[in-house]
T-cell receptor, first 114, second 114 residues
Framework: DGGITQSPKYLFRKEGQNVTLSCEQNLNHDAMYWYRQDPGQGLRLIYYSQIVNDFQKGDIAEGYSVSREKKESFPLTVTSAQKNPTAFYLC?????????????FGPGTRLTVT | GENVEQHPSTLSVQEGDSAVIKCTYSDSASNYFPWYKQELGKRPQLIIDIRSNVGEKKDQRIAVTLNKTAKHFSLHITETQPEDSAVYFCAASRDNNAGNMLTFGGGTRLMVKP
């Protein structure tokens, strides 16, 4: 299944709580990405990282935070500052040099905040 | 930044007919254009991609065409089958050694009626 995993598949939280979504890859990819997908919409970039201990904001970073302490792992924290956190979250990874720039996606985490 | 528009948002075809999905992009420096297929409840998967030094690329029943001057690219699916039913996303990026920052279109829900 592409060597990139996300957990859990479904997550329920109360409003006001921070929650961390896991993303792990064993593809030896340098770059990792977090996207948000809302019903009937495309994928919007939250954060990305090209190297360990470095990451950049995407188009919709407000209310989210990330860390990249290991090449294999790129967890996303949805903070209480995110005004509308209920969504489907997809993690992806890719090489950053070479002939292929394909992004491989994880299975996603569906977060529901009530 | 890059902006990608995708049309139509939904497309219904009869099995065996062809389907065409169109995308336009705004950044003339974009040079990598992948297409992803997302089946219901599953992760997006790359089905075909094209670089700006090529005008057309085919893979069995799937083809992508690119018009750099007009800044648009299209996905063509011939002899559609029910298993082609899914949401299709186009994307655009600048292909460089700093990574592969994709900007996605809003998606097209393709329904193939048997």
């Amino acid at each position: 299944d592409g060597g990139i995993t996300q957990s859990p598949k479904y997550l329920f939280r109360k409003e006001g709580q921070n929650v961390t979504l896991s993303c792990e890859q064993n593809l030896n990819h340098d770059a990792m990405y977090w996207y948000r997908q809302d019903p009937g919409q495309g994928l919007r970039l939250i954060y990305y990282s090209q190297i360990v201990n470095d990451f950049q904001k995407g188009d919709i970073a407000e209310g989210y935070s990330v860390s990249r302490e290991k090449k294999e792992s790129f967890p996303l924290t949805v903070t209480s500052a995110q005004k509308n956190p209920t969504a489907f979250y997809l993690c992806a990874s890719s090489m950053i040099a070479g002939s292929s720039y394909e992004q491989y996606f994880g299975p996603g985490t569906r977060l529901t905040v009530t | 930044g890059e902006n990608v528009e995708q049309h139509p948002s939904t497309l219904s075809v009869q099995e065996g007919d062809s389907a065409v999905i169109k995308c336009t992009y705004s950044d003339s420096a974009s040079n990598y254009f992948p297409w992803y297929k997302q089946e219901l409840g599953k992760r997006p998967q790359l089905i075909i991609d094209i670089r700006s030094n090529v005008g057309e690329k085919k893979d069995q029943r799937i083809a992508v065409t690119l018009n750099k001057t007009a800044k648009h690219f299209s996905l063509h699916i011939t002899e559609t089958q029910p298993e082609d039913s899914a949401v299709y996303f186009c994307a655009a990026s600048r292909d460089n050694n700093a990574g592969n920052m994709l900007t996605f279109g809003g998606g097209t829900r393709l329904m193939v009626k048997p």
